[in-house]
C-alpha cells in the first residue's frame, strides 16, 4: 500500500487554545527524537511527503532542529502546519532545511491579544516573504461561513491584498496567488469529528487510509488527521510494524468501505468534514 502522505504530530501541545481547534490533551508530549527517527524509518517503503501536524503546535517542539535534519536525511518532502505565533523565534533554524510548503493558519488571528494582533500579523508576512524564497506558502483563512467571510475576515484579508498590492479578484482568477510561491486558501470553518456527535450518514468516502494516515505522538496510528485522540485508532507504531497495521483487519475495513462509498467506523459516520469529499 502506498501513501501520499503520513501526518506526524511531533508535539500535542500548543501556545494557543483556540476556539475553533479541539481541546488540549491533560499531558503534553513532544515526541522524542528516537521515536521521530523510528517513525521515519517505519513509512520510507509508503512515502514520501510527511506533514508535521495533528495537533498542537510543531514549531514549539524543543527538538525542531534536530527533526528536520532527520526529514533531510531521510529524504522526506516536509510539509508543516503552524499557527505562525512562533515563525520569527524559529526562522534561524527554518531557513537551514527544505520544507516544501508551510501552512499558516492565519484565521488565530482573533485568538491573539488585542495589543499583539498588528504585530503577529506582520511577523507571519516577513517571515513568510523570507521562507518563499524557497518554500510554498499557503496562508490559511479557513473561517468562513456558509462560504462567506465576516468582516474580521475580511480586514485580515485586506492586510495580504494591500502588502502584495493585489485585490482579491485576481486572486482568485490566478488560482488564489498573492505573490511568487506564497498563496490563500479559504475554506468555512469546520467541527473536529468525535464520537460524540450526532449521526451523519453511512454513505460517502474520505481520503483517510486510501492514500493517507496520521501517527499521534504516543504513537497511535489513526486514519486522518482530524482523528486527534484515536477513536478510529488502527494500532500504534512503537508497538506493531507499520505494514502489520496497515494490513490488519480494522485498516482494511475502514479502506474496503470508503473505496465502496460505505463508512464502516462510527467515527466517519459523524465526520461533517468528510461530506466535502462527497462532491
Known amino acids: 500500500m502506498k501513501l501520499k502522505r503520513v501526518y506526524i504530530e511531533i508535539t500535542n501541545g500548543c501556545n494557543l487554545s483556540c476556539s475553533f481547534c479541539v481541546q ?43 527533526i528536520l535534519n532527520l526529514c533531510q536525511v531521510y529524504g522526506f518532502n516536509v510539509q508543516i502546519t503552524t499557527n505562525g505565533t512562533l515563525l520569527k523565534k524559529t526562522l534561524p533554524v527554518l531557513m537551514n532545511y527544505k520544507v516544501r510548503q508551510y501552512n ?9 491579544n488585542k495589543d499583539l494582533q498588528k504585530e503577529y500579523l506582520e511577523n507571519i508576512i516577513e517571515c513568510a516573504d523570507i521562507l518563499s524564497q524557497k518554500s510554498y506558502i499557503s496562508y490559511r483563512l479557513w473561517c468562513m461561513q456558509d462560504g462567506c467571510l465576516d468582516n474580521e475576515t475580511k480586514n485580515i484579508l485586506d492586510v495580504f491584498l494591500k502588502h502584495y498590492h493585489t485585490n482579491l479578484d485576481e486572486v482568485l482568477k490566478n488560482h488564489h496567488t498573492l505573490a511568487k510561491n506564497r498563496f490563500i486558501s479559504f475554506d ?32 497511535d496510528v489513526i486514519p486522518c488527521c482530524l482523528d486527534a485522540y484515536a477513536q478510529a485508532k488502527l494500532g500504534n507504531i512503537f508497538l506493531e510494524d507499520l505494514d502489520d497495521i496497515l494490513q490488519n483487519e480494522k485498516t482494511l475495513m475502514i479502506r474496503k468501505g470508503f473505496l465502496e462509498n460505505k463508512l464502516k467506523h462510527p467515527l466517519c459516520q459523524r465526520c461533517q468534514y468528510r461530506t466535502r469529499f462527497d462532491n
Do not use: A
Request: glycine share 6%; charged share 25%; with cysteine.
Open 104 to 112: 499558516l493558519s492565519v484565521h488565530s488571528f482573533s485568538q491573539q
Open 188 to 219: 468555512d470553518v469546520f467541527e473536529w469529528p468525535s464520537l460524540d456527535h450526532c449521526f451523519v450518514s453511512n454513505v460517502g468516502t474520505c481520503r483517510g487510509t486510501r492514500d493517507m494516515i496520521g501517527i499521534l505522538s504516543n504513537g
Open 24 to 66: 488540549k490533551h491533560e499531558k503534553r508530549r513532544d515526541i522524542s527524537i528516537l521515536e521521530f527517527e523510528y517513525i521515519l524509518k517505519q513509512i520510507k517503503p509508503f512515502t514520501s511527503y510527511i506533514y508535521l501536524h495533528v495537533l498542537g503546535e510543531p514549531l514549539s517542539h524543543p527538538k525542531l532542529e534536530e
